[in-house]
């Protein structure tokens, strides 16, 4: 697949967002209350978690854009759960076996199975579970026990997804459970708690359910921010771009990316803030603008997790050097993002150095003309590469239909917002 260069112009909305979609399914999956889901992630993340619910009997069915779900009664899969390519899926299931008491098998395709689960499955071992990785990754073994008091834990990692799994087994068990040192983590599962009336309070480093009693209801999931991060920076980076998006989430914990935007120089406005069901939403206008480079710590890498590859397009163009710290992580994710964001953009010849924990661009005019992008089958890389492409490409990918896992529809997407000025005759 070859990402064309241009600019990007026009009014687009993305799809719902993911993380957001997979919480929603789980939580809502454990009571008997029928929930619409409007606006689910239509990537196949989110089937791998419709199809883990399902094999323990719940019912979740997507309908349209949209979702069904309900708790059932619920029982050990009889096959092993296959994940797919979610690490959320695996993490979120996990602490829902813990808490449900449901013994499992999971598994997962190939980059999954090179992620790390023990950071996951220590902690739910002290909530009484008994779980047998493969060397730390899948495939893994859960049984899950049923515990009685309130559980008191120290996370071993500023992770949404053990964050997550912990609040899991305590919603599906009916226990309390309270959370120190959460570093900041996206906090959906904590929004989504307390917009169904779960008695819980948080903040950046705690969370405190004092109770796992919910009452689901229908509920809206705002645009990605993680998908609308390919537009927002490609139209920053790219002459002649002006772009908006409609209705994305921007709640704080996630919202890094435009942080970092706007300290380097992006016109970027945000306009129209409103929530829904406890998320913080805006539409958001984007347009060409010259960068600087910055320095992003790690404590701003935290709520840009899933943005660095993408941030890294805009580093790539900003007068001077940027330094991104704590991208330790980040080679644990769909692929090694380090890597993957250092073969992308030396092969545009824009200079990049790296330690375990921080890495640095030095901007320029990068020229990606006739150069290939391996993906490694992540996603994000392959959207970041569209950006790249569209501001000095043609760009060539090796492999498109990993991008199906968050955002099918992306390309026929992108190439309408770079044509958006032309008429049907002029495509002819
Ligand atoms: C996610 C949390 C992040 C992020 C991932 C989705 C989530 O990982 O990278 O893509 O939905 O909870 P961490 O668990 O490392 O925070």
């Known amino acids: 697949m070859i990402f064309q260069r241009g600019a990007l112009r026009g009014e687009i909305a993305v799809p719902g967002d993911k993380s957001i979609s997979h919480r929603a399914l789980f939580i809502a999956a454990s009571t008997q209350a029928k929930v619409r889901v409007q606006n689910l992630n239509p990537g196949r993340d989110l089937d791998a978690t419709i199809g883990a619910l399902s094999s323990i009997g719940a019912s979740a069915k997507r309908d349209g854009p949209d979702a069904e779900v309900q708790g ?27 808490g449900a008491g449901l013994h499992a098998r999971l598994q997962g395709d190939e980059s999954l199975s090179s992620r790390p689960m023990e950071p996951v499955a220590a902690q739910l071992r002290a909530f009484g579970s008994r779980v047998t990785t493969s060397g730390g990754a899948l495939p893994l073994e859960i049984a899950g026990q049923l ?33 120190e040192r959460c570093g900041g983590s996206r906090d959906h599962t904590e929004r989504l708690l307390k917009s169904w009336n779960a008695d819980i309070v948080f903040d950046a480093d705690r969370v405190a359910m004092r109770s796992a009693h919910i009452e689901p209801r229908d509920t ?11 537009f927002l920076v490609a139209a920053v980076v790219t002459p002649g771009s002006r772009l908006t998006i409609r209705d994305v989430g921007i709640n704080p914990s996630r919202s890094g990316l435009l942080d970092a ?100 661009i030095t901007g320029g005019i990068p020229n990606a003309a006739g150069a290939s992008v391996q993906t490694g089958g992540d996603h994000r890389t392959a959207m970041a590469a569209a950006a790249l492409g569209a501001l000095c490409g043609p760009l060539e990918i090796d492999d498109a239909a990993c991008i199906d896992v968050s955002f099918p529809g992306f390309v026929p997407q992108w190439a309408a917002a770079q044509n958006a000025d032309r008429t049907i005759a002029e495509l002819r």
């Open 72 to 98: 059932g009664r619920l029982h050990a899969p009889e096959a092993p759960v296959n994940c797919l390519n979610s690490g959320t899926t695996a993490r979120l299931i996990m602490g829902t076996c813990a």
């Open 261 to 360: 935007l706007l300290q380097m120089g992006a016109r970027i406005e945000i306009g129209n803030r409103r929530e829904w069901d406890c998320e913080p939403v805006a539409d958001l206008s984007a347009e060409f603008s010259a960068l600087r480079g910055i320095t992003i710590d790690s404590s701003l890498t935290v709520r840009a997790i899933d943005e660095i590859v993408i941030l890294s397009v805009a580093a790539a163009v900003a007068q001077g050097q940027t330094r991104i710290a704590g991208i330790s992580d980040l080679r644990g994710k769909e692929s090694d993002r380090v890597a993957a964001i250092e073969q992308m953009l030396r092969s545009a010849g824009v200079a990049t150095e790296s330690d375990t924990n921080a890495i640095w």
């Open 220 to 230: 809206r999931i705002p645009g990605d921010l993680s998908a609308a991060a390919f």
């Open 147 to 179: 515990p009685a008091q309130t559980r008191h834990f120290i996370l071993l990692s500023a992770s949404a997804q053990i964050k997550s799994a912990l609040l899991l087994a305590g919603v599906y068990s009916g226990t309390p459970v309270t959370l």
